[in-house]
């Protein structure tokens, strides 16, 4: 038996936020609210046009798509799933299926087909990783690739173009001056913090990513909440896919590529660890607001698309880094 | 070899980590050819020690001398190099290579700067004949039983040729044919002048294996002693720095009908045709070497494993459990074996790692009922005064009998009507061990059926009702407590009586 | 072992086999020297990174940025030719490719950033460097002929590339089985903690693996750009697939510990005659994904579900 206390010989992947000094337990807790206050101040100052209603619109908007996938992203990274790769094919499964499906079936049958249809890709992603233990990179991957390449087969591998103008404008209305596409991103993601942090479900999702064997071992039906974790993640990117076409009115089979990416690092950066076990949907949107916020000050400020990759790159990096060091130091 | 009798000399030894003093001013001395036993509780020191001497942490002050030279160690690298070699109670092993390739990990003979493959497999297979382990060199590790991969571990330390050699608690997953065969070679390895530090909570062993013994008890160093003057009695005394007189206290209860009836149970593998019946209000212990099949046959009771014959009854109605739901709602709960792995959820609090069990019933609409969470969790945290009586805690930060009464409160939130225990006092100290027994003790004065896995013979004597001891997969008929003995158990677990 | 069990330990050689079968005997003229000259040819590159990347995931790491790599180092290499010349051009491309791998290292190894995440990252700071390079514009090279030069047929079969391929994984493979440092290498991936108990260094094994990927990248990437006399940010975006595919087909874990360069020229040739055959027969390239989508899940099923014999608690858990 080890002799160090337990305090000491606890998992530090698990361990956040507790012990270590106040300056420390501070700089963990409060250190993304510091960073999205800082690029507010940073932004104000810097242009005149960044804190108006307008531009925060604009960010809302150009947020709420990836938003979407950032909810149901949260779910894999908390489950253990490490991460979601399938996600370009099921935001295009949603978008062209949406817009492929509307002269046969009517707009509302085809967004929810198109949705549906996402789901089962997710469900067939959480079989493979729940039910026969595959890892989930390999299993999005794999997975993503096919989808992908049937949607595309079933349309002929051409872009698809809406035919239903109502449809296009529907989704860019807007209620009380907010477009629609930013609330249905706000209900989406108010559903899902409670689903996480108050339903039970939420609970064995975090309980399953915090220890598999022991949630296990305490009657949580771990198999289904780990696939769970991938349907909630496709059926999320499939309505996100599906707003994505209707309000662009046509949809490439590329249309998807990047948002698994920006949906990992919004929730990364959130301070959700890719080992899984804690976290919040909240966490993970303070994550794609200051994502969104810093791309926004730099795109106001001019600053070329490459330097913006370039600082994205390393802020998830430094973030993440940061994040580590944090943590080992709170919990020794 | 040094001339020097004096193999290991640790003078002024402290270690503090942030706000814990784990050692302070620990002496050491370990001669050539000897075998030196360190005792204590939990978190008694033995371990941290141990790390200081292989090289992993660095002690805050004193100094440690090895064949009468001051040394510095800051690696494990470093200790090695000096001759050291640990074998670790956590298995050290990389389970995709093969046992040569262990034997020789980190030290691979070359020929032509290429891995001399041919040599590891000759002399490992030399090391593990002596050892008397019969395992094939060239199998692959992590197909070997944890018990085999056990005495690999051992050959690898042997292998290196050191001067001093550790082992903590070597015999946790041992049956006792093994740990007589280990004795054997910790006894040949003395005649070849190796110093042997031998760590361990059984002091049985302790008394036949050790020639000096050192007590450590809250990080501080008590009595060195040589072996033959001390009885167990006494080690117990200097380890709590009290007298235990009676370690585990019985408390009788009525007991009733049948509750669980196992027949003819076997997963074709692990065990087979084993059948047994617990009663109500009755401790029902189940013994047996390791590797006899306890854990897999209560892991296939739960449905946590599946088993491939026979059947299970509750309360006189045959029950099919596919899962650990399906177990819970046919009213059978389970203590895991290992805590760390299979009971606790580091991440979540006392409250929550509680109530996950029953979460379902505490929901409506898919929702928590936070108030009933809390309750539930209040309940037990002050029934079985869990301390930090706090239930918002993170689980992770209590100690060790504290995480096992959480983890037993939750499954008496499921208010099942059989608990099945699997090493229910391993690894937690004597206080915690006292309250998790009296625990039990009031379960079935309240009606319950308990089973209870323990390779502990004093606490299966001291606390079941009736005994079933399981080899090879089998079990023998139930024993009652009155015509059972340590001695008559070891025969039954190792084949000298027919069941 | 039962004929299921091996079927399944040499899955990779029973469906290499099955689709060059299958491609012969629907492609008028798949066998023919030229088709495979050029398959292998093609597959090259893939197969380059796939061997850094089989170190990698033996390791029980893994770098999504390799396609960045590939891009930058070609860039480097292509942009430096007027100011220092072809060849020297050609090992600073190399070179950066290293200088990222040692980046990745750095992150995973001092930082302790997780590597799914941190090359996650660099993926996209490498290819922000290289559109930033270049202006999101190719960049032309300074000589045409060296490109004809480095397609040239040896052996009526081999290009420089794909020789190199062939003899770098053969390399490998004598490497992983047969010297010390190449069975460390597993012992890292395996149980980290123990093979440090033992006196290897994991870190150090794990940022030179990095390095290592970082580099086979950048010469691939190298290559690429003087065979196509073209320096690209946008090479190499889609290869991450692909590589990852190969080499997990070939019977690699991502999960460390496992692997084999043999599985992995068995992957990547796989996929090479596939995409070949489907090539010709004018498969649509969305077929191509499907069918190479199915044959990973297929393979990583089969070596999930097909175990021999039940086995204990203990032992299961030890192993998983």
Known sequence: MTDVPMQMQQDTTNERFRGGSPLVDLLSRGGLAIAILAVLIYGSLASPVFFTAGNFVNVLTSMAIVGIVVVGMTFVLVVGGLADLSVPATIACGAILSLALQPVIGPVPAFAAAIALAGFCGLMSGLLIGYIGINPIIATLGVGTIVLGIVQAAVGGVIVYGTNPDTAALVKSRVFGIPTIVLIFLAVAVVGHFVLSRSYWGRWTVATGG???????????????????????????????????????????????????SAITAVVVGGISIMGGFGSVPRAIAGLVFVQLLTNVMVLQGVRTPVQGFVLGLLIAGAVALDVALRRRGGA | MSAAATALRMRGISKTFPGVKALSNVNLTVEFGRVHAIVGENGAGKSTLMKVLSGTYLPTTGTTEIAGVEVRMRK??????????????????????????????GRMPRKWGLADKAAMVRDTEVILNELGAAIDPKARLGDLSISQQQLVEIAKAYAAKPRIIVLDEPTSSLS???????????????QEGIAIIYISHRLKEVLEIADDVTILRDGSMIDTRPADGITAAEMIRLMVGREVTNVFPKTPSDIGAPVLKVIGLGDGYNFRDVSFEVRSGEILGLTGLVGAGRTELARAIFGLARA?????????????????AAAMRAGIAYVPEDRKDDGIVPSLSVRENISLPVLRKLSRFGRVSMSADRKLADRYTKEFSIVPPDPERRISLLSGGNQQKAVISKWLSASPSVLILDEPTRGVDVGAKAEIHRIIGELVAGGMAVVMISSELPEVLGVCDRVVVMRDGHAAAPVERAALSEERIMALATGEEAA | MTPIARLVRYRVAVILGLTLLVASLTVPGFLSVTTLSLGLDRSAAIGIIAIGMTVLLIARQIDLSVGSTFALAGITAVMLQPAIGIWPAALAGVLAGAAAGAFNGLLSVVFKVNALVATLATMLIFRSVAHWLTDSQPVPGTDIMLSLALSKIYLEIFTLRSALFVGAILLLH???????????????????DAAEASGIAPGR???????????????????????????????????????????VVGGTRIEGGRGSALGTLGGVLTIAALTTAMEFQSVPAYIQQVVAGLILILLVVLDRTVRHGPRTHAAAGASG
């Open chain 1, 211 to 261: 220890n598999y064997s022991a949630a296990e071992a305490s009657a949580v039906p771990v198999r289904a909440v780990k696939a769970g974790a991938f349907v909630i993640t496709a059926l999320c990117s499939g309505l996100s896919g599906a707003l994505l076409g209707l309000t662009l009115q046509s949809a490439r089979p590329l249309v998807g590529t990047g948002y698994e990416f």
């Open chain 2, 76 to 105: 494990p690298a470093d200790a090695q190099k000096l001759g050291v070699r640990m074998v670790h109670q956590e298995l050290n092993l990389v389970p995709d290579l093969t046992v040569a390739e262990n034997v020789y990990l």
């Open chain 2, 176 to 190: 006792e044919h093994e740990t007589a065969a280990l004795f054997r070679i910790l006894r040949k390895m003395k």
């Open chain 2, 308 to 324: 491939t014959e026979g059947r299970i009854e509750i309360g006189g109605k045959a029950v099919t459990i596919k899962s650990p």
């Open chain 3, 174 to 192: 004598f490497w992983l089985t047969r010297t010390v440092a190449g069975r460390n290498l597993f012992a890292v991936g395996s149980n980290a």
């Open chain 3, 205 to 247: 094994t794990v940022f030179l693996a990095f390095v290592f990927a970082g580099t086979l990248a950048g010469v691939a990437g190298v290559l690429q750009s003087l065979t196509t006399n073209t320096g690209s940010p946008v090479f190499g975006a889609e290869l991450i697939v692909t590589v990852i595919a190969a080499v």
